[in-house]
C-alpha cells in the first residue's frame, strides 16, 4: 500500500510537519498501517479556525446554486474513489467491503439531497409581510424575514460510521449547504479513510472555486477543546459518546460568547413487543430481533438495546427462542480495539448488577465482540437505575418483563430519552396500545411499528435526534434534510428597499421560490 503523510488541511492547504506523529491502525490485527499523521498544533487549530472565518461571508454570500455545485462536486468525487480506498476503509474499521461501498453511496448521496434542498428553496424560510401604511391606530412597516449561515462550524466525526457520519457525513454536509465553512477533527479510529475523503473533498472545492477555507480537517488528540472554545466557530456537530457529547457541550456553554452544540450521544432503542404478535410470529421476531441486535456487531446508534414485554406464556416461549437465537449469533470483529475494551467493560457493568441476569453470552476472549443477552428485573426501570439505561456498544440487549400494562406504562415513564423506539404488534392490536404510542412520543425521536430501528433512512421525512442524553438538542435532527435547520438562523429586514434585499426576499422573487407572503404561501411576484 502506497505510504501516505497525512498533514492538517487548513486554509485549502495540507500544513504542518509537527514533530508528534500519530499512527493509524489495523481494525482486525491491531498492526501498524502504513503512512503517519501530524498531530495539529494550537496554533494549527487556530489557522484552521480563522481560514473557516475568513471563508464564511463569501461562501454563505454565494448562490445555492454554487453551493448545490460544490456538495454535487464532493458526491462525484467520492464516487470515484477506487478499491485502494475501500480497502483503507475495510482495514481501519473492520467493516465488510459491502459495508462500506453502501456506506459510500448513502454518503455521496446525502450530499446531493442537500445540494437539492438548495435548488429548491425551501431552506431560506422565506416571509414577506407587506407594509400597512393605514392601519389604525399605527401603520404596520414592511417586514421581511429569512434565514442565514451561523457561521463557521466544527463537526467531531464518529467511529461507526466512517463515511456518513464523519469527514463529509450528514453534519458535514448540512452545514456546507446552509454556508457555513466547517472545520472537521477527524476521528482517531479512521484518520487514513479521513484523509482519502479530505482530499475528495478539497477537489471538489477547487473544481468549482470555493473560498479557500470552506473545509478545514486537523489530527490530533485534545485538539477538540481548542477548537470548540475558538470564538471563529460559531457551532458544533458531534457524534459520539455521552462522556464526551457532555463535555463539549460544557465547553461550548462556558464560553464568552456561548454556542450551541448539536451532539448525538446515547440511546438504547426500546423494543416493545406486544402478546399478540408474540403468538402471531414470535418465531419470526425472534430471529429477525436477533440480527438486528447483532448487525455490523451492534456498532449502530439505534441497535435496540432494551426489549420490553408483558408477563405471560407467549412472552416466555418468545425469550426462549430469543435466547436461543442468540447463542447462534457468531462473534465479530470491532472498530478498534478501543471499542472491545469499552464492550467488555459494558458488559462486566452488567454481570455484577444484583437485578440483571445473563441469558446468552460467551467470556469474552481474543479479539472479538461475543453476542450478549440479558434479562433484568423491571424494578430497575421503574427506580430508573441509571446503569441499565447506560448504552453498551456492541451486541448485547437487555430483556425486561413487565407484569401488565399499568407496570409496562410505567416502566416506559423511567426511560430517559431515545434516539428511536419500536412498538411490534398486530394492527387492531396497535390501535388498542394508542396509549403507548402516545406515551413514546415524549421520549423519543421517532417511533416504529413493526420494524427495526437499525435502518436509518436519509430522506425529508427522516428524524435521528430525541430528547436528552439521546441527543443535547431535541429540535433538530443528524439525519435528513432538516438537519440543515441546525446551522441557519432568522434574520428580520424591516423596511428595506427592494434593491437592498436578498434575492430571496425581493419583490420580483428572481429564485423563483415559494414564500409566505401576508400569511399565504405563494411564488408569485409581488
Known amino acids: 500500500m502506497t505510504r501516505i503523510i497525512g498533514l492538517n488541511y487548513i486554509g485549502g492547504q495540507r500544513l504542518g510537519a509537527g514533530s508528534v506523529q500519530l499512527q493509524s491502525f489495523d481494525a482486525t490485527t491491531d498492526e501498524a498501517l502504513p503512512g503517519h499523521f501530524t498531530q495539529a498544533t494550537q496554533g494549527e487549530v487556530d489557522a484552521a479556525a480563522k481560514a473557516a472565518a475568513d471563508a464564511y461571508l463569501r461562501y454563505r454570500n454565494l448562490p445555492a446554486s454554487r453551493r448545490a455545485d460544490f456538495l454535487n462536486a464532493i458526491a462525484d468525487e467520492l464516487d470515484a474513489l477506487g478499491e485502494d480506498f475501500i480497502a483503507t476503509v475495510c482495514r481501519e474499521t473492520a467493516l465488510p467491503t459491502g459495508r462500506i461501498q453502501g456506506e459510500r453511496g ?13 435548488r429548491r428553496g425551501d431552506f431560506y424560510g422565506a416571509r414577506i409581510d407587506r407594509a400597512l401604511p393605514d392601519r389604525k391606530p399605527l401603520p404596520r412597516p414592511d417586514l421581511r424575514q429569512f434565514r442565514i449561515a451561523v457561521g463557521p462550524v466544527a463537526v467531531f466525526g464518529a467511529s461507526n460510521f466512517p463515511l456518513a457520519f464523519s469527514t463529509a457525513g450528514g453534519d458535514t454536509a448540512s452545514a456546507l ?19 482519502w475523503v479530505a482530499d475528495a473533498i478539497m477537489r471538489a472545492a477547487q473544481r468549482t472555486d470555493m473560498p479557500a477555507g470552506v473545509f478545514n480537517m486537523i489530527y490530533g ?50 423494543v416493545i413487543i406486544l402478546p399478540e404478535a408474540l403468538k402471531a410470529r414470535g ?18 446508534c439505534t441497535n435496540p438495546g432494551l426489549i420490553i414485554g408483558v408477563q405471560s406464556a407467549g412472552f416466555t416461549a418468545f425469550l426462549e427462542r430469543f435466547t436461543a437465537q442468540m447463542k447462534r449469533q457468531p462473534a465479530q470483529t470491532m472498530l478498534n480495539v478501543g471499542a472491545l475494551a469499552s464492550y467488555g467493560k459494558g458488559l462486566q457493568h452488567l454481570l455484577a448488577h444484583s437485578g440483571v441476569e445473563q441469558l446468552a453470552g460467551s467470556p469474552q476472549q481474543g479479539r472479538q465482540a461475543q453476542p450478549h443477552l440479558f434479562k433484568a428485573d423491571v424494578s430497575l426501570l421503574l427506580e430508573r437505575d441509571e446503569l441499565l439505561q447506560e448504552e453498551v456498544f456492541g451486541p448485547a440487549t437487555i430483556v425486561i418483563e413487565a407484569a401488565d400494562d399499568a407496570q409496562l406504562g410505567a416502566a416506559l415513564d423511567g426511560l430517559r430519552g431515545q434516539l428511536t423506539a419500536t412498538v411490534i404488534g398486530e394492527a387492531d392490536e396497535l390501535l388498542r396500545y394508542r396509549w403507548l404510542t402516545e406515551l413514546l412520543q415524549e421520549k423519543v425521536g421517532r417511533i416504529l411499528l413493526n420494524g427495526y430501528p437499525t435502518g436509518v433512512e436519509v430522506t425529508d421525512t427522516m428524524v435521528h435526534g430525541g430528547p ?43 429564485l423563483g421560490i415559494q414564500r409566505l407572503i401576508d400569511g399565504k404561501h405563494t411564488d408569485v411576484a409581488l
Open 106 to 118: 448513502r454518503t455521496s448521496g446525502q450530499m446531493r439531497l442537500f445540494a437539492n434542498v438548495l
Open 177 to 195: 449547504a446552509a454556508g457555513c465553512p466547517v472545520v472537521v477533527k477527524a476521528h482517531s479510529g479512521h484518520m487514513a479513510t479521513a484523509e
Open 221 to 270: 488528540g485534545g485538539v477538540g477543546e481548542w477548537l470548540v472554545k475558538h470564538p471563529s466557530i460559531k457551532a458544533v456537530g458531534f457524534t459520539g459518546s455521552l462522556k464526551g457529547g457532555n463535555a463539549l457541550c460544557k465547553m461550548a456553554a462556558e464560553r464568552s460568547q456561548p454556542i450551541p452544540v448539536f451532539a448525538e450521544m446515547s440511546s438504547i432503542n426500546p
Open 283 to 300: 418465531e419470526t421476531i425472534a430471529s429477525e430481533l436477533a440480527g438486528s441486535v447483532t448487525l455490523g456487531c451492534g456498532q449502530f
Open 468 to 510: 436528552y442524553p439521546a441527543t443535547s438538542d431535541a429540535r433538530g435532527t443528524s439525519v435528513g434534510t432538516l438537519a440543515i435547520d441546525r446551522f441557519l438562523r432568522p434574520i428580520c429586514f424591516q423596511n428595506y428597499p427592494d434593491a437592498l434585499l436578498p434575492p430571496a426576499l425581493q419583490n420580483a422573487n428572481p
